[in-house]
């Protein structure tokens, strides 16, 4: 029994801070998120190079990079590309890559594998896949994108070129600017199958991806309160720091307390699917439920925290309160999640 | 980070099931919970057995009468005390507040005299620190210990001090100091129960049961040799106390919610209630925050394990656990219907719930009430200004 990051993940975690902390400060991820892009194309080759793109790195290595990414509201395809479509790909892709499993049929990943809508057919000169692809994270940045489609006999995944058929993506504008959404319009596009079996991959996509955002989730949460704790020391009132008023105070552990508990939950969630222990569905629901809850209320809160600075469109603070409730809202809404923590406390 | 057993940490968890299951008595898992306050002397003889098998003080040094392991196992003892739904060790202040402090800060012969009966449930300690007068401002506490020769005579009143009306012993703090303000001038003392002075008069609470008590001390004669630490340096060593309270109280309080939660599935599915859409979602949600304390106090024992202190992560667990309890208590009586009124044998259990959710409200204040919790996080974990 051991919950503690090895010595390695601490580096790894420190090295992250520090890159991050230079490369990322709020004015330019502010730039960027404003931009048309909503990213650094370059950052990519950047992330290569510091090895977040390593194929030796588990998911724990992932996690601890997740929650710094969070922190810093990293923008760019780093968590599709190692959350969503890493496992179809059996390793970290070489370029942004991001999974579109929802259609008309599916909105949620575990129904992702039984119900698609999206039709594949083998032509004479190879598949082709038709229909759309809705939510799909950072298409409009990704180089290619793993796709759930129905072949005559089963369901399977593809691999779209993005780069040679731009046409067939259609971004659309999303809250948080740092991570859109958008559709897939496919209409007879060329793919490539994947020999990976589809409800395994997928399987592995939501547990991955729900435990990394878990994990970017308390790097938000922990970003939000070191911003409002830094206000409510400085900023005065009736000649006292706010901080020393119990109406911001107690709020402001509040905010502490479910971020030391989503901390917790989200750290075992990334472990649990690392090791591939039975627990790992309630693990990542746990964790999610968590996350999401600390996350959009520790924002909220220090949005009050700060008064009306706060609620400005130049604080960086409205940017991961929009972050927060992106992940808050990936595959089901909190109240999904319990639905199926239900499911299993009333089956055994 | 593994959260699996080691090979040592999966034989201790064996053995001790196994030991569990012979311990109990055979019918233990079918009998319904029990309403009210336990029975003094079955925990006293169950602490005895405890002890005997070698699991009272797992983490305390061998020559305490301890088994000097990793703290690690007293929490995989604790988990498992839970799934079997064992009763408590009856020394719960002794094992965590008296105990703790006289291994810091006592001489040889307090050790020598106080620690083995503490884990055998011979000894058993309440503490006398709050005072009509001083809650959460502790500091402030008025009772007097005027030195006479190798004597302090002790005159005051206590207030909200458990197991008194069964303590042999009670760790006491009191103004050694005439006219000494707040922290300084306090004298940390281990006052004798039995002696000519102490009068305890059962405390009735909100759920009709006694199980606090008020202290009455009138020149209690308390031998110098009985001071823990220094004369006038009592206020350090109640930190070590309050410490330990907070320390390692994480474990021992989830344990007790998981039985309530597990208490509470069984209550939802006899009552037709686990079917709701909506009771599901607020179980589901409980559960969560079952999980959250349960992996938080993992992680603050990762961080004593490696550092030799708490992590500051320990701090949100006390006050999590006493609103959690109380979200679950509140829920379990709503899930009674037109019964959740009821007491007694009429009711569902005995009226166990109703008990419970009547004693929950009394989790926020008992211990450091959440507003002062609140105050500690804010003030020393995030560093905000002191609150006046």
Partial sequence: MDFAFSEEQDMLRAAAREWLADRYPPERVARLADSDAGWDPTSWGELAGLGWLD???????????????GYALLPGPWLSSVGLALPALGGAPKRPTTLAWADDAASRLRDAATSVACRADDDLDGWRLTGVKRAVPDVAIADEAVVVARTPDRV?????DLTANRDAVHPLSTVDTTRRLGELRLDGTPAEPIDAPAAGALTSARRRTSALLACEAVGVTQRALDLAVDYAKTRTQFDRPIGSYQGVSHRLSNVYAALQLARSLAYRAAWCVSADDPAVDEAVASAR???????????????????????????????????????????????????????????? | M???????????????????GSALPADWAERDPHVGRWDFEFARTWSRRLFDA?????????????????????????????????????????LGMAGPTIMAHGTPEQKRDHLRGILSGDTIFCQGFSEPGSGSDLASLRTRAERDGDEFVVTGQKVWSSYAHVADWCILLARSEPGSAKHRGLTYLLLDMHAPGVEVRPLRQITGDPEFN?????????????????????????????????GTLGFALTARLEALFRRLLTTATKTGASTDPVVRDRIADLYVDLQALRYTNYRSLATLVKTGVPGPEGSVAKLHWSETNQRLTSLA??????????????????????????????????????????????????GLARSR
């Avoid at chain 1, 194929?55 to 990414?69: K, M, Y």
């Avoid at chain 2, 959260?3 to 968890?13: I, K, L, M, Y």
């Avoid at chain 2, 020149?219 to 330990?244: C, F, I, N, Y």
């Fill in chain 2, 2 to 20: 593994d959260f699996r057993d080691t090979p040592d940490e999966a034989a201790f968890r064996r053995d001790l099931r196994t030991w569990l």
């Fill in chain 1, 289 to 348: 439920v968590a996350a999401a809850r600390a996350a959009v209320g520790g924002c909220e809160d220090a949005i009050q925290a700060m008064g009306g600075i706060g609620f400005t469109w130049d604080h960086p603070l409205h940017r991961f309160y929009k972050r927060a409730r992106w992940i808050a809202a990936f595959d089901g809404a909190p109240a999904a999640h319990r639905a199926e923590l239900a499911e299993m406390l009333f089956a055994g």
């Fill in chain 2, 54 to 94: 070698g699991y009272a003080g797992l983490t305390w040094p061998v020559e305490y009468g301890g088994r000097g392991l990793p703290p690690t196992y007293q929490a995989i003892f604790l988990e498992e005390i839970a799934k079997a739904d064992a009763p408590d060790h009856v020394g719960v202040i002794g």
């Fill in chain 1, 156 to 160: 399977a995944l593809f691999r779209v």
């Fill in chain 2, 214 to 246: 008020e202290i009455f001390l009138t020149d209690v004669r308390v031998p110098v040799s009985k001071v823990v630490g220094e004369v006038g340096g009592g206020w350090q060593v109640a930190m070590t106390t309050l410490l330990h309270e907070r």
């Fill in chain 1, 55 to 69: 194929p030796e790195l588990d998911v724990l290595e992932h996690a601890v990079l997740a929650e710094e990414a």
């Fill in chain 2, 333 to 382: 009586v709503e899930l009674l219907g037109p019964d959740a009124p009821l007491s007694g044998a009429g009711a569902f259990w005995g009226g166990y719930w109703q008990y419970q959710q009547l004693r929950s409200r009394g989790n926020t204040i008992e211990a450091g009430t959440s507003e002062i919790l609140r105050n500690i996080v804010a003030e020393r974990v995030l």
